[in-house]
């Protein structure tokens, strides 16, 4: 009798013990216990992964071509070759026009064409500036920007090689340039003796082989494609300072249309 009441009871207590055990509460150390057989990744602040450094590119300088040549119009400042008052003194409108048609990628303007906006463009003065008077770069880009809602940039240089560079940069990124000048220092062949005291022009192009720009100079009907050499265009380079006589004064000044 006592070996089947052993045989029932031990059972009973080996139920109770398993029951007992898995009820319990689980200890805090318990639960941070980790099985031996899976690994634990901790950070360690002595070791640092090191991240593949950005590889900056250089920027290149922008190499320049031994020539360019943009497709700027021309016209001439007088194109009925009527050279009265008005027309002596249109190289500011003929110039601005010139660079307004090559904006708006217009490859000829005609005579009708030129002579209208000529007309157009000073009658606009007689109203926005009170006269029809020789301009001063300021005065070009402002009137640009009045009359045909275009904004033009100007630069002005202290040394030659500064403004070669710059412009040539610029011509080779089909931008034009429109220069005021000290007009006899330009020697032009094809000017009425002795030649405007004050001018202004086209620049869009050069040549680096014959070191000269390419002009539209509106002051002659032989204007188109003009050439001069670098340091004709740098000796002329004069803004306008105030009165004609003292132009060999004026800062070194261009005007650039960015396209």
């Known amino acids: 009798m006592k070996k089947i009441f052993l045989f029932i009871l031990v059972p009973v207590i080996l139920f109770l013990a398993f029951f007992v055990f898995k009820s319990r509460p689980i200890e805090e150390s318990e639960k941070n216990q980790v099985p031996q057989e899976i690994p634990v990744i901790r950070n360690n602040p002595e070791l640092t992964v090191e991240k593949p450094e950005k590889v900056e590119t250089e920027k290149k300088d922008f190499e320049i071509p031994l020539s360019a040549k943009n497709s700027a119009p021309f016209t001439s400042q007088a194109p009925h070759a009527k050279w009265d008052d008005l027309h002596d003194e249109a190289c500011e409108e003929a110039s601005i026009i010139m660079a307004y048609y090559y904006l708006e990628n217009k490859e000829k303007i005609s005579i009708k064409e030129a002579e209208s906006e000529i007309q157009a463009m000073v009658d606009f003065q007689m109203s926005y500036f009170g006269s029809h008077k020789d301009l001063t ?98 000796d002329s380079i004069h803004d306008f300072p105030g009165k004609k006589d003292d132009i060999l004064e004026g800062n070194k000044t261009v005007i650039l249309v960015e396209k």
């Open 137 to 234: 770069a300021e005065e070009m880009v402002d009137l640009t920007e009045q009359f045909y809602e275009k904004k033009l940039s100007v630069k002005n240089f202290e040394s030659k090689q500064e403004a070669l560079t710059y412009m040539k940069e610029n011509l080779a990124q089909e931008n034009i340039f429109i220069i005021p000048a000290a007009g006899r220092k330009l020697e032009n062949p094809y000017f009425k003796t002795p030649g405007p005291l004050y001018h202004a022009l086209v620049i869009k192009g050069f040549d680096e082989t014959t070191k000269e720009f390419i002009t539209n100079d509106p002051g002659t009907r032989r204007g188109e494609s003009f050439r001069y050499s670098y340091d004709v265009i740098w």
